[in-house]
RNA sequence: GCGGGAGUAGCUCAGUUGGUUAGAGCACCUGGUUGUGGUCCAGGGGGUCGUGGGUUCAAAUCCCAUCUCUCGCCCCA
């Protein structure tokens, strides 16, 4: 243990952890290209003001959880902690209002000052999509279908569960919030202190509280369903219907809500009971006035992101390395020839290690560590009459084969 | 930000009445002669015992602080 370490909440992640992040994250993206998705890459910092008026300044993430700095020009900027609004942003930075609805994918780093535990580092990665410009459910249960197929296609819908609720628009979310207050403050003697806070900040939050005391009040709070009006209801019914039509299992979770402001209607969350504490793999929702509020037309928008950190550590089966071709000359005389051998195998792509030095034995040795399929043995009699021999490393088989007909032969292997 | 647990070689861990050059397994390196790996045998490198103070003739071992990880709260992906 070096007295070199990373900053806290923060590792270098490399070798199998490396290869498990690729696998989640390309699985993403060429699951939402085959959904017609196309990706964006937004700049890590933003003004603070991007998040600050998307997120809410009430809002745990922007009141004590954000990387702002000043810039040398004393610009106020943010390192994101989430890719929504940054996406919305670039969306209306970019003119792609005029080509709705854009469909977008995102995948990178993000940045949270958060006490650090197993999935929650203080910078981690997520993968996330974005539809604009469609207000139709069948965009939330497309939105909704895209984050099962990555899912599944990474093995965990054993291991997830869909949990779903309406926020309702805008004047639903008002009625409730209203009637549910007033229940609060009826049994707000009941309620933990932290909740005392919620109450006058944001008291949705109260309902998904893990506190006991608070548990046992909302068991009787009113639910936000019974507050939808007749538009609502009938948007939560169509989503509904579409996850049905494709046979998606959900839970309608009437206490579901989101930490943000941005939300409205459909809010969803794939969770995990093997994380511990961290238990949404990927979460997101409707947020219909974030456009808006950023300063752009009013655009409708549903999306949802995913922690890479948590799904990685979910999987099970990554993809093996592919088995490379070892190149081995059998003394550094045959260097040149064993070089160039390698290269023409590359350039037929073939994944090629080349021993660089150390007597034959190491060599073959090496090959055998790095779990080489075949190796070829560059020797100083067979390089005599043109040939080389290709050896089998799990038969242990070998043989001789001509240079000009090398490529096709070690391809014979893959 | 609050509360609990942990921190000894690259990895997994031993190491208590505080006392000679701090150990094991795995991994790594070299060798077992002349062009052949996985097994085996022999040898070897590698640790300021997280860091900084303190107590002591003497500290991995006791005390304080601090850093990091971890579990829960909070929050969230």
Redesign the pocket.
Known sequence: ???L???????DIFGDESRRHRHVENLARDIAERYGYSEIATPVFEFTEVFARSLGET???VS??MYTFEDRGGARLTLRP?N?AGVVRAFISNGLTQQLPAKLFYSGP?F???????????Q???V?VELLGAAEPLADVEVIALGADLLSALGLEERVVLELNSLGDAESRQTYRSVLVEYLQSRRNEL?P?SLL?LER?PL?IL????KD?QAVVANAPLITDSLNAASRGFLEEVLKGLEVLGIAYRHNPRL????DYYCHTAF???TDA??????????GRYDGLAEQLGGPSTPGIG????????AMLVSDVPPLPRPVAVAP??DEQTPAALAISQQLRRAGLAVDLGYA?????R??????I??RV?V??????LARDVV?V??????E?KEVALSSLTDDVARFY
Not at 275 to 284: E, F, W
Request: no cysteine; glycine share 12%.
């Open positions: 243990m070096s007295g370490q990373p900053v806290r909440g923060t590792r809002s745990d993430i004590k959880e989430e929504t993000m949270r000052y958060e006490r650090p535990q197993k999935g929650r580092q203080r981690f990665h997520q996330g933990s932290d919620r944001n939050r998904d509280s893990k506190d608070d809500v989101r930490g943000l969350e794939f969770t994380l511990g504490a961290q238990n949404a793999v990927l979460a997101g949802w992101a995913a922690g890479v950190e948590r799904l059998v003394s150390g007597k034959f034995a190491k073959m040795k090496r090959a055998n560590k779990n080489a190796t043995i560059v020797g100083e009699d067979e021999t050896r089998d490393m799990d038969t242990g070998q």
